[in-house]
């Protein structure tokens, strides 16, 4: 079987990045067209207030979906320079878990999610789960967790004493 349509989660993190190496090179070994998925959390739909229902202003993001925006204008040029022939970027506002792991995949026929592995600590996964966890059981295809470089080095991380939201 040979994966065609290749879905790296990016959210900034050094993790995002060795996923994203990895998904170049699994584009390349199969041809496959390459989507670089950034999320930013936040209200997608209308949200309650105080007095009812209310919209939430997507301004507030600007700034996030920007920065993100010029990341994945650079991950698409090093892919494309790589030799991936179709790459596709997109920067959404919503639930991270949810647009990784089922909306995205789903309106998209992905058949190969690529996500780094998350720093949270024991307590964190607990109570919150990660948004790797929550791809791997959710996601209607195949899910890589990256942990290691293209060298198969680990990366030295820091666990963080607050859970991921």
């Given amino acids: 079987m ?8 990016v ?38 207030g105080p007095s009812g229902y209310s919209f939430v202003s997507h301004s507030i993001y600007d700034s996030a979906i920007e920065t993100m925006q010029k990341k994945l204008a650079d991950y698409k040029k090093r892919a494309v320079a790589e030799g991936i022939k179709e790459v596709e970027t997109n920067v959404e506002v919503g639930n991270a878990k949810v647009e990784l792991a089922e909306r995205y995949p789903k309106e998209n026929d992905i058949d190969l999610i690529i996500i780094g592995a998350t ?13 790797a ?15 290691t470089d293209l060298k198969n080095k680990k990366l030295a991380i820091k666990e963080s004493t607050y859970p991921e939201m």
Wanted: aromatic share 6%; charged share 25%; net charge positive.
């Fill in 2 to 9: 040979s994966y065609q349509k290749i879905l790296v989660g």
């Fill in 133 to 147: 966890a929550y791809t791997i059981r959710e996601a209607p295809c195949d899910v890589t967790v990256v942990k």
């Fill in 11 to 48: 959210d900034g993190s050094k993790q995002a990045d060795m996923a994203f190496e990895k998904a170049v090179d699994i584009a390349k070994t199969n041809d496959a067209k390459l989507y670089l998925l950034s999320i930013i959390n936040g209200e997608r739909y209308p949200a309650t």
């Fill in 119 to 131: 720093g949270l600590n024991v307590v964190g996964r607990l109570l919150v789960g990660s948004t």
